[in-house]
């Protein structure tokens, strides 16, 4: 039995009139974890999101919610997630307590296990519980939206692009609320283009691109990797090879007198940098910096050219 909350193998998806949103995707969301699925509109979040909720049929691969096959053991599957749309729909002419109620029994929860004005004291929405979902506010239908998607008390909550169209406040409230499930054991994915929203959650980050994934570590060593600077050197000479023996990574470039130097701003200077190249008895006719963080890394990985030119 697999240990992970929820397993995707060479995932992939051509829809009907042919675009390829997915190109055989591979996942991992490690059982207790906060999970970032991270990438630029279009990417192929939701496509993933609708295939694990059965929304989406897959055109290849396989996949598993809590070690259950969605085509195999699909009931299985289906209890252990609660998914959060991206889109608000529901039926307006429910009140919320009416569509959790409505929602359990769909799930065969029976009347004694259900908790719908818990949920609703939850989300905080205890004082709308009888009123019409369509008198709701955005946010408020997105709190209800997530209430909903856990009256099964499933082992794993997805949010897609949880925090589009809800304010500042509410993103905030919605967060400590996560954490809180979390806390609790219950394991979050959520999708989002927003970095900083993944940044401040997420224990670990999957970056998608075009329907392929391309990045996936924990946020600390994403961080880390945004911590790194580089040093972008002009050589007064031509070198036919990247020089050995320096405290950093070297690149040279395709014409030899470029030099990109990568170094961790937290340990080193562009000073001792500089000097170490002296030393190596080269001589630096100009130098640039540029200082990468999440943003860059993100834009690298998901540019549709891999540039690395110096700013
Ligand atoms: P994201 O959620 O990351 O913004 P989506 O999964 O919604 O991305 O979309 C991935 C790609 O698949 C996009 O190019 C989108 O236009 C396309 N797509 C999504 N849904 C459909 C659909 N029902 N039919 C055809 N193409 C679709
Ligand atoms: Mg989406």
Request: aromatic content about 12%; charged content about 15%; glycine content about 10%.
């Given at each position: 039995m697999s240990e992970a909350a929820i397993e995707i193998r060479g995932l992939e998806k051509t829809y009907a009139?042919?675009?390829?949103?997915?190109?055989g995707i591979d996942l991992e969301v490690p059982r207790g974890s906060i999970f970032g699925l991270l990438g630029p509109n279009g990417a192929g979040k939701s496509t993933t999101i609708n295939i694990l909720a059965g929304l989406v049929n897959k055109t290849g691969g396989s996949a598993r919610i809590w070690g259950f096959d969605?085509?195999?053991?699909p009931r299985n599957a289906k209890r252990s997630i609660g998914i959060v749309p991206q889109e608000i729909i529901?039926?307006?002419?429910?009140?919320p307590f009416e569509t959790l109620e409505l929602q359990a029994g769909l799930f065969g929860v029976p009347k004694a296990e259900r908790r719908s004005m818990e949920l609703l004291r939850a989300v905080r929405l205890e004082d709308k519980?009888?009123?019409?979902?369509?008198?709701?506010?955005g946010g408020m239908k997105r709190r209800l939206l997530v209430a909903k998607a856990l009256v099964h008390n499933p082992p794993v909550l997805v949010l897609d692009e949880?925090?589009?169209?809800?304010?500042i406040e509410l993103r905030a409230q919605l967060w400590d609320y996560v954490r809180e499930l979390n806390a609790l054991g219950t394991t979050i994915v959520l999708t989002t283009h927003y970095l900083e929203e993944a940044e401040e959650l997420c224990d670990r980050i999957a970056i998608i691109n075009h329907g392929r994934v391309v990045a996936n570590a924990d946020t600390r060593s994403l961080l880390a990797e945004a911590g790194d600077k580089q040093l972008v050197v002009t050589l007064a000479d031509r070198l036919e090879t990247a020089p050995g023996g320096l405290p950093c990574k070297a690149v040279l470039d395709a014409g030899g007198h470029m030099l990109t130097l990568t170094y961790d701003k937290r340990r080193q200077t562009a000073g001792e940098i500089l000097a170490a190249l002296t030393g190596a008895g080269l001589a630096v006719v100009d130098v640039s910096t540029q200082d990468a963080d999440l943003e860059d890394v993100f834009l690298k990985l998901t540019s549709p050219s891999v540039a690395s030119a110096p700013a």
């Open positions: 009139g042919g675009k390829v949103a997915l190109h969605i085509d195999q053991q529901f039926d307006a002419f429910f009140t519980a009888h009123a019409y979902s369509r008198t709701l506010s949880p925090t589009a169209g809800v304010d």
